[in-house]
């Protein structure tokens, strides 16, 4: 069974910086395409960012298109979620998800294998 655990989330003001990593273990990581979605309080999850099993394709959410960059080290096989230019509205639980399929859209609920999740707060 594939493990996931979130980490890096925290309080921030409008306009920083957060990195957020997701560790992946009891899987082969570098098979699987991972995928970043969040879930604001009293919203459907939502897709944030996806990047593909050997890094070499990414799709992102347009509301983050050009502030969040996703990338992954295979050989640490850990995920990770740069977030710059922080708004209020990325306010969110952030799950990492893990997928043999490629999802740009949704709520990942045909994705089987997701972490526990890790809060972001941005205030205005």
């Known amino acids: 069974q594939v493990q996931l655990v979130e980490s890096g989330g925290g309080l921030v003001q409008s306009g920083g910086s957060l990195r957020l990593s997701c560790v992946v273990s009891?899987?082969?990581?570098?098979?699987?395409?991972i995928h970043w979605f969040r879930q604001a309080p009293g919203k459907e999850r939502e897709f944030v960012a996806v990047?593909?099993?050997?890094?070499?394709?990414?799709e992102y959410a347009n509301s983050v298109k050009g502030r969040f960059t996703i990338s992954r080290d295979n050989a640490k096989n850990t995920l990770y979620l740069q977030m710059n230019s922080l708004k209020p509205e990325d306010t969110a639980v952030y799950y990492c998800a893990a997928s043999s399929r490629y999802y740009t859209s949704g709520s990942g609920n045909a994705i089987s294998y997701w972490g526990q999740g890790t809060q972001v707060t941005v205030s205005s």
């Open positions: 009891r899987g082969t990581f570098s098979s699987y395409n």
């Open positions: 990047i593909m099993w050997n890094g070499g394709r990414t």
